[in-house]
């Protein structure tokens, strides 16, 4: 039985923060030949043991040579990158032959949902971007997790709600829907864990995995359990705190008004709202025994741990939307 592993990986993005938890994870192996897409006048610190190459986007040629010989490519695309790149990326990676893409479609199961999704414009979206990465050559092979929890609860109100700094916090209806999240490192053990299976010709394999979601998750919490592990974290208690509560039907049409209005925030309070809906069935998709922890051999994490290094990213002042309306 063969035991050929994928060796040569390509990402883009690994200077982020997900990126670089994929570069982190799959240098640690020791098994992977690791090396990072970056745009021509980055200067950015890549990942310790990630080789780099400086590459145009605007130029075809230059991202098929970055490509060439590499057998796997992961896409981590920032919300500032330009509406076609990603497709140009995956046509580029195909005419290098690309064997497995995985898309820049991190978050909720797209395709595991017998129903369609809240959000029908984000569903399409990344739809349209694991069809993408199927461009006649490469596979895609994609990695639902949920929404990250550490950005998603150290950026704002309008993503999970909280203000950790102001110590304010607007529950969605009663706070109490929970849903399936995931922490930057476990996304990077999954991908490690996933890559170091054979390729081919054994169960599991990567090629099992080809034109199919691999979902995986960290924690399964409501907006309460978040609260609940702050005060932990912080030695407070609900008095020490501002708690309001929200309709989340009205969190989502307030959210298209201001989008409406050029607000880019109002797009995560449409996109959040609609997971934290009732009927969403798919938001808590770890509940429905699709995730693929257990076979990627993942281990149980510490909500208090991430939420600890969440409030060490607050108070360091990390806001990836600083520049942004």
Not at 171 to 178: A, I, L, P, S, T
Request: charged share 25%; glycine share 8%; net charge negative.
């Amino acid at each position: 039985m063969s035991t050929k592993i994928v060796e040569r990986i390509a990402i883009i993005g690994a200077t982020g923060r997900i990126g670089g938890a994929f570069a982190k994870a799959l240098v640690g192996t020791g098994r992977h030949t690791v090396t990072a897409l970056t745009r021509q006048e980055s200067n950015a610190k890549l990942p310790d043991g990630v080789q780099g190459i400086r590459v145009n986007y605007d130029d075809e040629a230059s991202i098929i040579d970055a490509l060439r010989d590499q057998e796997f490519l992961v896409i981590t695309l920032g919300v500032r990158a330009p509406a076609d790149l990603h497709k140009r990326i995956t046509i580029a990676a195909g005419k290098a032959g690309i064997r497995y893409i995985m898309p820049n479609a991190y978050g909720y199961p797209a395709v595991l949902s017998n129903e369609p999704q809240i959000d029908d414009a984000y569903t399409k979206a990344v739809l349209e971007r694991i069809q993408d990465a199927q461009n006649g050559t490469s596979s895609s092979i994609t990695l639902p997790c949920g929404f990250w929890y550490e950005w998603s609860l150290a950026t704002g109100e309008q993503w999970f709600g909280f203000t950790i700094k102001e110590r304010k916090v607007t529950f969605f209806d009663d706070g109490q829907r929970v849903i399936t999240v995931s922490t930057w490192d476990q996304c990077g053990r999954a991908l490690a864990a996933l890559l170091s299976l054979p390729e081919a010709r054994a169960s599991p394999s990567v090629s099992e995995f080809a034109n199919r979601e691999v979902p995986v998750f960290s924690f399964q919490v409501s907006q309460r359990d978040m609260l609940d592990s702050l005060h932990r974290v912080l030695g407070t208690t609900d008095s020490d705190w501002e708690i309001k509560f929200e309709p989340v039907e009205k969190r989502i049409q307030d959210g298209q008004e201001e989008l409406s209005r050029g607000t880019f925030t109002g797009f995560a309070k449409m996109l959040y709202g609609g997971v934290f809906l009732a009927r969403n069935t798919t938001s808590n998709f770890a509940s429905t025994g699709q995730a693929m922890n257990q076979v990627l051999g993942l281990p149980e994490e510490d909500l208090d741990e991430a939420t600890r290094r969440t409030v060490a990213m607050v108070e360091e002042g990390w806001n990836p939307f600083a520049n942004m309306n």
